[in-house]
């Protein structure tokens, strides 16, 4: 493409580095040796002068905001790029309705994300924060006899059996947990001996045999609010939630009530609706929740190997090559 910058890299609209939801250095790194970024940033400050340049947009953990206006302003887009799995938080029928591709980068974040999914679970479980609190804080009394819950041999309801999920299924295999899951189809390949996971049709009957159920499912306009009151009463009073999917999967407030009436006794939260939570939110209070902030992919080595497979998604549709990761 021929452009004013005396190469033939495309110029991407991305978002700064410094910015709450920015690109980390790593990944400037690996976008700058193939594209000529605009930051978002400076593309505000100079719409005219990058509107006509920009052919695409690399999205870093949901940002910048993908909207009409945004569009509007960038007549020769063509592509827009996401480093990550979950596309729910953009508008796909408005892109469409544009002509603009959208590409992902799942299955390369399966092992990580599962690897955190079982971080929460057990960090929730053996109350490794409460802990490390109670180590440090001289006004917390130290005590041998503080105790969690049992994981080995515990039973596990996974809900979404799709890659993270297995991935998750085979380390609670490892540890010799009972596995159920529910999914809209069936996967033989989880109920093989390797994992031994056993089907069931619905959360009615998961949930009651549970004692701790990770959330793996992608957000959709059926999952949306799929956890609120009625599945929260399904649950033993001795079961830990997890959700490393999407917060808007469970309904916030049915999760609150459910944790200070102790109908469950704990969740384990990478993500929650809304992401951030506002400082003063009632669950941010509640010792028996483990968060972190949305960490699922977040190694190094996972990032940025997403973001390469992101640049090559977004190379890949500007030359018109068939796209192994297209979302439309
Ligand atoms: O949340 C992270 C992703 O969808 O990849």
């Known amino acids: 493409m021929a452009d004013n910058s005396g190469n033939d890299k495309p110029f991407v609209l991305a978002s700064r580095p410094d910015d709450e939801k920015g690109i980390p250095y790593y990944g400037v790194d690996i976008l700058k040796k193939h594209v000529n970024v605009v930051w978002y940033e400076d593309f505000l400050k100079d719409k005219a002068k990058y509107s006509e340049l920009i052919q695409g947009v690399i999205l870093w953990v949901m940002a910048p905001r993908v909207d009409a206006a945004l569009l509007d302003a960038l007549p020769n887009v063509k592509v827009i790029s996401n480093v990550g799995a979950g596309v729910n938080f953009l508008d796909l029928d408005l892109l469409s309705s544009r002509g603009l591709k959208v590409c992902n980068t799942p ?103 549970c004692d701790f159920v990770i959330i793996m499912t992608p957000l959709t306009a059926e999952t949306k609010g799929m956890f609120g009151k009625k599945q929260f009463d399904l649950m033993k009073p001795s079961s830990t939630i997890i959700n490393i999917a999407r917060g808007g999967i469970i309904n916030t407030a049915a999760l609150l009530e459910a944790l200070q009436n102790k109908t469950i006794a704990a969740a384990a939260l990478d993500v929650t609706d809304p992401e951030p939570l506002p400082d003063d939110h009632p669950l941010l209070k509640l010792q028996n929740v483990t968060f972190t902030p949305h960490l699922g992919s977040a190694t190094v080595q996972t990032r940025s190997n997403m973001m390469s497979l992101a640049v090559q998604n977004l190379l890949d549709a500007l030359s018109g090559k068939p796209l192994v990761n297209q979302v439309i």
């Open 107 to 209: 299955r390369i974040l399966n092992e990580t994300t599962a690897d955190m999914g079982m971080t929460l679970l057990l960090a929730s479980a053996r109350r490794l924060l409460e802990g490390d609190q109670m180590v440090r804080d001289p006004n917390i009394k130290w005590q041998i006899n503080f105790c969690g819950r049992q994981v080995s041999g515990a039973t596990l309801g996974i809900v979404g059996m799709g890659g993270i999920g297995y991935a998750v299924a085979q380390r609670a295999h490892a540890f010799r947990m009972n596995i159920f899951y529910h999914n809209r189809t069936r996967r033989p390949q989880a109920e093989e001996e390797a994992v031994g996971a056993q089907y069931c049709a619905s959360l009615e009957e998961l949930l009651p045999q």
